[in-house]
C-alpha cells in the first residue's frame, strides 16, 4: 500500500516539477522577447555611407530631405554638416547634381543634407521672397531647427560646424538663416542671389556671421546690381549685401582683392569673433553654380575657372562656431 501510494507521490511530483520547467521556461522566453525589443530609432539606427530620403513633419506639413553620409563616416567621431537649399522650382536632386557637394563631402568626411521646399514650385521662403513659401509664410526656420534637431538624434553632429549654402531663391533662405538661426548656423555661402531690402533691414544676427558669396555679373534671374521683382519688392546688389555683411561683422573698412582671369576676390578680414565676409565676382557669370552642373544652358552655363563647392568647404572648415 505504502509503495504504490509512494509511486503516485513521484508522479505527482515529476508532473510538479514539469510544471515548473515549463512555467520557468515560459517566463525565461518571455524576458527574452522583452530583451530584444529595439528602443527608440535614433538610438539604434545604423548610419551606412550614401544617400537617403528622409521625411519629417514640421507645422502640419511632411517635409523630406536626402541625407548624404560620407564614405567611411565614422559615428564616435563629432561630423560637420552642410545644408544644402535647391532654387525655386527644382528640388534636393537638382542641389546633388549642380553642386557636386556629395562628392566633396566624400573626401572631407562631412555631412551633406539636401532639403525640399514645398509648393508646385518648389521654393523656400526667405522672408518677402520666394513663390508659395513666402505666400503662405512657411515656417522654413523653424523646419531648419526641427531638421537638426532630429540629425542630432541619430548622428553624432558637431554643433558647432553647421553650415549652410543655397542656390537662387536658396541664397536667399540661407541669408535669412544668417539672420534668424545664427545660434546655430555657423556660416552661410549663397550663389546667384542676395536679399530683399525689407528683410535686409530687418536682419539682426546674435553675433557676426561669416559669408562667402559667389556671383556672376551677366545674371539675369538675380542681377549683379539689384533690381525689382514682379511683386515690386527691391533685391540689394551684391556690393551692398556684402558691405551690409561687413558692417555686421565689424569688419575692416579696407578690401582686400586679387583677380585671375574672369574671377574677382575680395575678403574682409579679420573680422569680429573670427569671422570674415569674401565675395567671388564672376565677370560674365551667368545664373549658375561656379565649377558644378548647369540647372539648364537657358538659364545659364557655371563659369568652370573656380569651384564654389571646394572654395565654400575651405572657408566652412575655417570657421567653426566662436
Known amino acids: 500500500m505504502f509503495s504504490g501510494f509512494s509511486v503516485v507521490l513521484m508522479k505527482q511530483e515529476r508532473f510538479f516539477f514539469l510544471a515548473l520547467t515549463l512555467l520557468l521556461f515560459s517566463f525565461a522566453c518571455g524576458e527574452t522577447i522583452l530583451a530584444e525589443t529595439p528602443p527608440p530609432v535614433g538610438q539604434t539606427e545604423i548610419i551606412e555611407p550614401g544617400d537617403s530620403t528622409r521625411f519629417l513633419s514640421h507645422g502640419g506639413r ?3 530631405y536626402i541625407l548624404h ?7 564616435s567621431r563629432p561630423v560637420a554638416v552642410v545644408l544644402a537649399f535647391h532654387g525655386i522650382g ?44 513666402a505666400k503662405n509664410n512657411v515656417d522654413d526656420v523653424g523646419f531648419v531647427r526641427a531638421l537638426i534637431g532630429e540629425l542630432s538624434t541619430s548622428i553624432n553632429i558637431d554643433s558647432g560646424r553647421i553650415y549652410a549654402t543655397g542656390f537662387s531663391n536658396g541664397a536667399i533662405m540661407v541669408y535669412r538663416l544668417a539672420c534668424e538661426l545664427s545660434d546655430q548656423i555657423a556660416a552661410i555661402g549663397p550663389v546667384g542671389a542676395t536679399q530683399i531690402l525689407e528683410d535686409a533691414q530687418a536682419c539682426h544676427p546674435g553675433r557676426s556671421v561669416p559669408v562667402i558669396h559667389f556671383h556672376g555679373t551677366a545674371d539675369r534671374l538675380n542681377p549683379y546690381e539689384g533690381g525689382a521683382t ?18 555686421k561683422n565689424e569688419c575692416p573698412g579696407q578690401v582686400q582683392r586679387t583677380e585671375s582671369g574672369n574671377i574677382v576676390h575680395d575678403l574682409y578680414a579679420p573680422c569680429s569673433q573670427n569671422s570674415a565676409v569674401e565675395l567671388y565676382t564672376i565677370l560674365d557669370g551667368e545664373h549658375a553654380w561656379p565649377g558644378g552642373e548647369a540647372v539648364s544652358p537657358q538659364i545659364g552655363e557655371p563659369a568652370m575657372e573656380i569651384s564654389a563647392t571646394s572654395l565654400m568647404w575651405e572657408f566652412f572648415d575655417s570657421h567653426p562656431m566662436p
Request: proline residues 3%; hydrophobic residues 40%; charged residues 20%.
Open 69 to 75: 553620409i560620407p564614405v567611411g563616416y565614422d559615428s
Open 230 to 247: 514682379q511683386a515690386g519688392f527691391q533685391f540689394v546688389s551684391v556690393d551692398d549685401a556684402i558691405q551690409f555683411w561687413a558692417e
Open 62 to 64: 511632411e517635409r523630406s
Open 90 to 133: 527644382l528640388n534636393a536632386e537638382e542641389m546633388v547634381r549642380i553642386s557636386g557637394f556629395s562628392e566633396q563631402a566624400d573626401a572631407a568626411g562631412f555631412i551633406v543634407v539636401y532639403p525640399n521646399g514645398t509648393g508646385e514650385k518648389s521654393s523656400w521662403n526667405g522672408g518677402h521672397c520666394c513663390g508659395e513659401a
